[in-house]
Each structure stands twice: as C-alpha cells, then as structure tokens.
C-alpha cells in the first residue's frame, strides 16, 4: 500500500525547514546608507552644536573661567611704622620676609625638587623631602626667610630649561615681621606685635592703628607651575606704610636708667623697680624703665607681668614723696613759713588712732623746713592742720592726684584721693603724709617738675612726633594745666628740697659734685592685695637739678625690697647715678649757685 508520507531515515527527528532567504535588493541597501549617513548627521551637528556654544555663545565666560583660575591676587602688607628714640635710634622696625609654600599636588618629583631647593632654603633634602609628598594643596616649606631667596628661586627657574618641571608647585607669601634691633631697650614702653602683626602690649598696642597703614594688592596670570607669566597684565594698589613714631626717649638715657634700676632690684632684693627721667618744662619722657623687664623678640621667655609700664600702669601709696605737696600747699596758704616753729611732740593721736615719725624720739624742735627734710609725719600732721582738709583735698587734685596724666599709653592709672565727704576720721591726718590714696610714678614725677616747673604743671609726653608715608612731620607740644603754686612758692619749695640732700636730710647720699640738688625720700608702707593688709614698704627717692634752676627730674621706687627699705639708702643712689648721666647726656651745666640754707631746728 502506497501513501503520499516521505519514508525518514532512522535516527532522524521532525525539525522545521530553515527560512528561506530574502533575496539581495539595491533598494534594501540604500535604505542602510542612509540611515548610517542620518545617525552620522545627528552626530556631527551634536558636535558642531556644541562647540558653536562653546566657541561662539560662551566663548567669553570660558575664557574668563579660564583666566580666573590663572589669575593670582595678593595682599601686599603696609610697612609698619618705625617707633624710634628722640634721636632717630630705632626701637622698632619692620622688614619684609618671604615663607615658603608648597602645593604638593603640583610638585611632580619631591625628591628631585627637595635635592634643588634644600641649599636655597638653608635645609637638608631629607627634611625637605616630606614638606613636598602628598595631596596637600597648601603647606608652609619655610617660614620668615629672606626675600633673596623667593627671588634665588625665580632665578633658577627662568634660567633652567623651559621643560623643566623641578619647582614646580613652589610659591611664596610676602608679608613683614617686626623687629627690635635693641633687644631689651625700652622694651616695657615699646611692647611687641602679636603673631598676625598687631601690636600686643605697650605702645605697639596703644599706637597700633597709627603704626598700621594700609595694605596694598597685586594681581597677576600665573603658569601652572606657580611662576608669573611676564607678558600677563599686572595690576597692582600699593599699600600706604604706618605712620613713624618717634619717642621722647633719650636711648642712652634709657639704657643707663635700666642698668641702674636691674642692679638696684637684685641688690635690694626688691620685687621690681621703676626709674622715670623728665624733662621740666616740656613734659618729655627721657627715660622709663622698669626691672625686671623682656625682651620683645621673644616675650614668652617672661612672665606677663614683666611686659607692663609699670611708672604709668601700676599705683601706689607715695608715702613721704607727697608731703612735698601738703607743705607747698601750707606756704601757699601763708600758714606756715619755711622758718616757722614746729613742736613736734614723740606721738599724735588723731581721730582715736596714734601716728608716730619712723624713728622714735622724744620732742622736737623743728621749723618747717626741718619738718620737710628729716620728713616728719607728726610735723607735716601738725602743718596741714594750719590749712584744714578741704585746701589740703584741692591741692592734692590741682597736682593730679586721681587725674588722667594725658599721656598716650594703654593701660595708664590715675590713682585715687577720696573726696571729703568720704573721709574716715583719720582720712585727713594719714592724707597729709602720703597715705590712704594712689600715685604713679609718673604722677609723682610730674609732681616735682610742676614744682620745678615754678608751679604750672605740664602733662607729660612720651611722643615727640609724627611723620607720614608722605613725610608730613606733626609735632607734639607741651600742654600746660592749670597753674597749682605761685612763683614765689614754688621757688621756696625748690630750696626747701635742697635740705633733704645736705647734712641732716634724708638723703645725703645723693649730692652731685658741681650741681645743687634738691629732692624727697619716701618709705611708704606697702599696700598687699593678696592679704588686704600692709606688709613691707616701697622705697623711693625723686630729685630736682639743677635745684636752683630745674631742668631734670630723676625718680626711683623699689617695691618691697628686702636689704633695706629707707628711700634714702635703697633710692637715692640710683637717681644719683642717673641724674649725672642725664645731666651730661642733656648738656645741662652747673648753675654756680649757693645752696640754700634754712635752719632745720630752733631753740639750739
């Protein structure tokens, strides 16, 4: 039987017949190109698009994007002004240094730039080597080093090859650092900058706008290498430097001043020491100087306390220094004469309370002037009793006593005087004698030179001048007060103080061969916030040259001194040294003059 089915071979399966093929056709192929050149099409007008946006349309923003990031803008800082003596010696000057940076993402061999770039910097490679590896943008290689080497630096890149890619990602900062090429002179007046350039303590602090100025700008293109590129458009404001100061500060005076106030605090075993020289008449500061004092370039090697102007910021009791001024004030008032009789019992008690001489003794017989020079307590008492507390409260203010001094210092004390109104019982006795209010040291210089001054005192002043970036000179002036004593007055007192440094004054010690001194000693008690109490004493001595015609003042306080504590031993020794000094340093000749000679005691 026969059928239409197809016999299989065995071990075949069922499996469907492959397609049948399409055949070739040019339409189908031109269809291919054609979309190809299409997607071709899109493409390229994608790109030509893009780059009329970037060429054309943003062409300018990119551009400028670009030089942004090419472009280098730095602060160009003002020169400090310079703080010098009153002869031009500088005390304070500022000089351009350069640090060394590095942006070490930049620097393509540290090891090969470390090699080139350590004997520049004065550094061994090995230590340099590791300032330059890593992906610090920013990291400082050296700072403060001289502007010779930022400029060693430039020169070796301009004549290496112009490949080379040695220091590359080496910049620089300019910036100025201050200096004070006299070390410790007149340290505690002048002061320090802190580390960003201000001024920290002392006048640098005080005066710091004035000294500052103004800062400039520099913009330039830069390469990626960190070198200016020359043809790049520079477009520069230079900075305006600071104002210079010059100082009433004699140096030389200054430094003698110094030696002599250090060796007396060692000596004495004092806490510190102050010496304060003025100039009568004028009001200029030659010198100030405390010990211990610091030395400005490096200040952290001290103790804070040492960095203050302790003659202007620190008050004290003045102790027997300001009977000058309850004794000028009962000849003013016609109470008392220099000759007058004084009984000067062994004891007084005023307002319950018992005052006594720093010496025991029985009853004496003093004129006004022996109460003055063996500075009697009891006696200078008994003659402020002849003007009553309110005349004695008006002259302790009309010699500045509470009262600015007017001198242009940071941190400057006034001192203190109660009014009337809020005086105790013994308020008035111990105010007569220099007790129960505060001076500086300044204001008790300044005391003197008004008496020197033939009554009219004269603010003290420790600025002599100004000169601008542009040379302008302005000139301090003296600035007078209020007139406080007569002439006739103040000429009295001027001889009466001469008896404190002939035979039976209390400072003998400090007579200068050629020239007539006059002068005060005090021994104040010592006022202790730690306990509240009184415990030790300031010692002190101020004198007055020549004392017939005043020129100089030289004073000098010792706090809490340990081998001796009379102004007269620990003192007056050292105004005398200074005083000679300032008197040859000032060209000051000896008046020839008599020395005065008023009796000390009556009734033989």
């Known amino acids: 039987m026969t059928t239409d089915t197809p016999i299989r071979e065995k071990g075949t399966a069922d499996r469907p017949a492959p397609p049948a093929s399409k055949p070739f056709t040019l339409a189908r192929s ?48 003002a020169i400090r002004g310079e703080i010098t003596d009153i002869k031009g010696t500088p005390l304070a000057t500022s000089i351009e240094v350069r640090d060394i940076t590095a942006d070490q993402t930049l620097v393509e061999d540290p090891t090969e730039t470390a090699a080139v770039l350590a004997p520049m910097l004065g550094m061994s490679a090995s230590e340099l080597e590791p300032m330059l590896s890593g992906d610090r943008r920013f990291t400082y290689v050296k700072k403060a080093t001289d502007p010779q080497v930022w400029r060693d630096i430039q020169s070796w890149r301009a004549e290496s090859d112009n490949d080379s890619v040695v220091l590359q990602g080496i910049f620089s900062e300019r910036r100025t650092v ?172 005023r307002g319950g309370k018992p005052f006594k001489d720093s010496s025991p003794h029985g009853g004496l017989n003093l004129t006004l002037a022996g109460v003055l020079a063996e500075s009697s307590n009891i006696g200078t008492i008994l003659a402020a009793e002849k003007m009553g507390g309110k005349k004695l409260y008006r002259y302790l203010k009309g010699f500045g006593v509470g009262e600015p001094l007017g001198l242009e210092y940071p941190g400057t004390q006034t001192g203190y005087v109660p009014a009337p109104k809020d005086w ?139 081998n001796g504590y009379y102004g007269g031993e620990v003192a007056a020794p050292v105004v005398k040294r200074v005083m000679t000094d300032a008197l040859a340093l000032r060209n000051v000749p000896p008046t020839g003059g008599k020395r005065a000679n008023f009796p000390l005691k009556y009734g033989g």
């Open 178 to 349: 201050r200096d004070y090429p006299n070390g410790k002179l007149a340290s505690t007046i002048v002061g320090f900058t802190n580390s960003e350039g201000n001024g920290a303590v002392g006048l640098e602090a005080g005066l710091n706008d004035t000294l500052s100025g103004t800062a400039g700008t520099v913009t330039y293109e830069q390469s990626a290498g960190g070198t200016e590129i020359p043809t790049s458009d520079v477009q520069r404001v230079d900075p305006v430097s600071g104002t210079d100061v010059k100082l009433t500060i004699d140096a030389d005076l200054q430094w003698a001043a110094q030696q002599a106030v250090g060796n007396r605090v060692r000596n004495s075993g004092s806490d510190f020491g102050m010496v304060v020289v003025l100039e009568v008449g004028t009001g200029r500061v030659l010198a100030m100087a405390t010990a211990p004092s610091f030395d400005p370039l490096d200040p952290s090697e001290s103790e804070p306390e040492d960095w203050t102007n302790k003659p202007v910021t620190w008050a004290m009791e003045p102790g027997s220094t300001s009977k000058l001024m309850t004794i000028a004030g009962v000849l003013e008032e016609g109470a008392l004469k220099p000759r007058s009789q004084v009984l000067v019992p062994s004891g007084l008690v």
């Open 424 to 562: 105790s019982d013994t308020s008035f006795p111990t105010l007569a004698f220099g007790q129960g209010m505060s001076m500086t040291a300044m204001h008790i210089a300044n005391m003197f030179a008004t008496i020197g001054n033939d009554g009219v005192p004269v603010q003290p002043r420790l600025v002599d001048s100004y000169t601008s970036a542009d040379g302008v000179i302005e000139n301090t002036e003296a600035v007078e007060d209020e007139r406080v004593l007569s002439p006739d007055t103040a000429k009295t007192m001027q001889r009466m103080m001469q008896m404190v440094v002939g035979d039976g004054g209390t400072a003998a010690n400090a007579k200068i061969p050629g020239y007539l001194m006059g002068g005060k000693t005090g021994t104040a008690m010592r006022y202790d916030e730690t306990c509240n109490c009184y415990s030790g004493y300031t010692a002190s001595f101020v004198g007055m040259a020549p004392a017939d015609d005043p020129q100089i003042v030289v004073g000098a306080w010792f706090d809490n001194p340990r």
């Open 30 to 77: 031109k269809r291919r190109v054609q979309l190809l050149v299409l997607g071709f099409a899109v493409i390229l007008s994608l790109f030509a698009a893009r780059l009329v946006e970037l060429q054309a349309l943003r062409a300018p923003e990119l551009a400028t994007a670009a030089l942004q990031q090419r472009i280098v803008s730095q602060d160009i800082p």
